[in-house]
T-cell receptor, first 112, second 113 residues
Framework: GQQVMQIPQYQHVQEGEDFTTYCNSS?????IQWYKQRPGGHPVFLIQ?????EVKKQKRLTFQFGEAKKNSSLHITATQTTDVGTYFC????????????FGAGTQVVVTP | DTGVSQNPRHKITKRGQNVTFRCDPI?????LYWYRQTLGQGPEFLTY????????KSRLLSDRFSAERPKGSFSTLEIQRTEQGDSAMYLC???????????FGPGTRLTVL
């Protein structure tokens, strides 16, 4: 079955630094979504990517969908303490119109 | 507040007891999802509804788990004969279509003693 893997599992960043988290699917995806979960909170939608090679930006966050639609990345520049949380990617397979497969997430800790 | 709501927020039960959770989605959303999340993991899909129809159910879901959405609005998730391994956060999410954002509720944290 479809599996979604994220690396790294844990990211310790100094405030002001950049970092990237990666998401890889075992199968081709119809689309991929990214969510952020703050400690003690619930996942909150960030963005959806649908097209092969698509790149979207939200202020300091840049999201990319691979050409083969099997991988994605999230790059954060000039990390701030407000970026603390766990970032999940979630992929929808081409044969599953409802189900989203979430990765295990990248937990981000920011040091001032 | 027009977001997704879940009740109760916390449930502590003894092994072997039955528990039921409720989810009230955003009113105009026709799709409703149930997920389970354990520490250090992402949400794990359990099942989803389009209106009152249950369209997909995880193969990992034990037959002790059942979900309903009788009128296409709120949904309930019941776990029968709870086991310690059922301890987790149970999340509900709703959306208008499979291309749209999933809006998550605050979750119900279940602890089975």
């Amino acid at each position: 079955g479809q599996q979604v893997m994220q690396i790294p599992q844990y990211q310790h960043v100094q405030e002001g630094e950049d970092f990237t988290t990666y998401c890889n699917s075992s199968t081709t995806l119809s689309n991929i979504q990214w969510y952020k979960q703050r400690p003690g909170g619930h996942p909150v939608f960030l963005i959806q990517l649908v097209k092969s090679g698509e790149v979207k930006k939200q202020k300091r966050l840049t999201f990319q969908f691979g050409e083969a639609k099997k991988n994605s990345s999230l790059h954060i520049t000039a990390t701030q303490t407000t970026d603390v949380g766990t970032y999940f990617c979630a992929g929808r397979g081409t044969d599953s119109w409802g189900k989203l497969q979430f990765g295990a997430g990248t937990q981000v800790v920011v040091t001032p | 507040d027009t977001g997704v709501s879940q009740n109760p927020r916390h449930k502590i039960t003894k092994r072997g007891q039955n528990v039921t959770f409720r989810c009230d989605p955003i009113s105009e959303h026709n799709r409703l999802y149930w997920y389970r999340q354990t520490l250090g993991q992402g949400p794990e899909f359990l099942t989803y509804f389009q209106n009152e129809a249950q369209l997909e159910k995880s193969r990992l879901l034990s037959d002790r788990f059942s979900a309903e959405r009788p009128k296409g609005s709120f949904s309930t998730l019941e776990i029968q004969r709870t086991e310690q391994g059922d301890s987790a956060m149970y999340l509900c999410a709703s959306t208008q279509s499979h291309y749209d954002t999933q809006y998550f509720g605050p979750g119900t944290r279940l602890t089975v003693l």
